[in-house]
């Protein structure tokens, strides 16, 4: 004799719930990855991207890669979440102002922006594609860090005039 199990309307209803609930705890755990916007370039400036992650350095101030989420070609990242690149992003319209401030790290030219409660934003200039790296707050008064990225925008990113 087969004994059938019949399911309450409660128990129908609590199970995929249930189900729900564990797939979004996953979703929502506190990795060592942060989170990112991906930019969405065109498709020259996302080539020009492309070729700036394979020359990336695996090391950046001492701290290792570690990219962020979601995985893109378009994001790399430092020391969880210390130092962020993304490439491809749109021109900041602080590039209009007369005031803004830029920086030189190693023959490439930076745009800085200081964030509120945040550490600074720097974007590069005069590129075919914009690559902004952030900086955690420890990085407040210290660009050394653009300096490891040079090598690599000057060799994957031209120049436009």
Known sequence: MTHIRRRSPRSRVLAPS????VLAAAGCSTGSQPSVAVPTPSSEAAGYCEALHEEL?????????SDPSPDSDLTAGWGDGAIVLRCG???????DDSQAKGVDADGVNWLLEQRDDAGPRFTTT????YVEVTLGTEYAHDITPLSAFAVAVKKTVPESL
Do not use: H, S, T, W
């Open 89 to 95: 992003v749109p021109r900041p319209a602080k590039m």
């Open 126 to 129: 005069y590129r075919k594609a």
């Open 57 to 65: 350095p695996e090391k950046v101030a001492g701290l290792e890669r």
């Open 18 to 21: 249930a189900a729900l609930f």
